[in-house]
């Protein structure tokens, strides 16, 4: 064997190791996930930004309108970010069934904070509800959302992270997109079981907005272009560490569509690469242990074509 082949089965040895060690430690931290009970009922504010979104915000409503929710402790604000394709349209045809939906008009963005944060920061300002629930234009809530993710706010607990799954599709891609997301919400859920919250997805966000206030909205990252979640969780868990908890249950995931493409997806990688390096160590440390891992067996595989065995 050659000092390639050695090198490789070291890195697969080390990052097997590594691997190992965050999967048991994963599971371990799952079994202490649960869904919480009722604490009641509180005022919610669902919040969308929204721009260029006419072919999908339709359908974003439409499952609003079904929530079993009682009617008149919820609204629905959509910041209508400078959109130019008729959104604007479809939200006061549903203004005419959902008397609780409010249109929030967003003419221009001030220099210095991502458009994304400010159409959501605007939302957050014009709230009623106690608890702010944020998704996208593009995602499909299921009508027990609202009260199973209102639910989980217990006494201790100032944010949870929900479930954002891809709907299945055709193709590879679509395939390592729902597999690799499947992994991040088992990351995501593992570290807030164990005190430490890593990440989350802001198409299925909650948070207390009494909070969300006292620490200054986006703070210093509002200028990130992403990040309306992961980052908004790490200044809610410097706050307080254990008040990040995840919401399992199967009737709060909100689904969306994968990146049909690979172009869409690689814009959507490059807009996620513009946050991570804000990200914690235990988060960075966790990943490069799962991609590096199967990153090493690829090449491992490839290898084996040309020498027959390794």
């Known amino acids: 064997m050659n000092i390639i082949t050695h090198l490789v089965i070291i890195s697969a040895f080390v990052t097997g ?3 190992t060690l965050a999967l048991l430690l994963v599971i371990h931290a799952l079994r202490k996930v649960h869904s919480g009970g009722s604490c009641g009922s509180v005022s919610v504010s669902v919040i969308i930004a929204a721009h260029n979104e006419r072919s999908s915000i339709g359908n974003c409503l439409a499952a ?21 394709d008729g959104t604007s349209e479809v939200i006061r045809r549903f203004q005419s069934v959902m008397k609780n939906l409010a249109c929030i008009t967003i003419e221009s963005v001030p220099t210095g904070i991502s458009p994304k944060k400010h159409a959501l ?15 996208d234009a593009d995602c499909i809530p299921p009508p027990a959302w609202i009260s199973g993710m209102s639910g ?5 607990v100032d944010m949870v992270a929900g479930i954002a799954p891809y709907l299945p599709g055709r193709g590879i891609l679509n395939s390592f997109v729902r597999h690799e997301y499947l992994w991040n919400a088992g990351l995501s859920a593992a570290s807030a079981a164990l005190g430490h919250a890593t990440h989350a997805s802001g198409r299925n966000l909650a948070f207390r907005r009494d909070v969300f206030e006292k620490l200054e909205g986006y703070g210093s990252k509002k200028s990130v272009l992403s ?20 919401m399992p249950a199967r009737g709060t995931h909100v689904y969306t569509g994968a990146p049909g493409s690979f172009r869409p997806f690689i814009r959507q990688r490059i807009r996620h690469m513009s946050t991570g390096k ?8 966790l990943g490069i242990a799962v991609y590096g891992f199967h990153a090493i067996l690829l090449v491992s595989l490839m290898l084996s074509c040309f020498y027959g065995v390794l």
Do not use: C
Not at 152 to 156: A, T, W, Y
Not at 227 to 246: I, K, Y
Not at 278 to 285: E, K, L, P, R, S
């Open 121 to 135: 920061a605007e939302a957050i300002a014009r709230a009623h509800g106690k608890i702010i629930l944020q998704t």
């Open 64 to 84: 609003l309108a079904m929530q079993d929710y009682p009617p008149d402790l919820w609204e629905v604000l959509v910041a209508d970010d400078r959109s130019d």
């Open 17 to 19: 190791t590594v691997y």
């Open 278 to 285: 804000y990200f914690d160590h235990m988060h960075i440390v």
């Open 227 to 246: 990040g309306d979640d992961t980052l908004l969780l790490q200044r809610f868990r410097a706050h307080n560490p254990s008040s990040v908890v995840t």
């Open 152 to 156: 989980r706010f217990e006494p201790g």
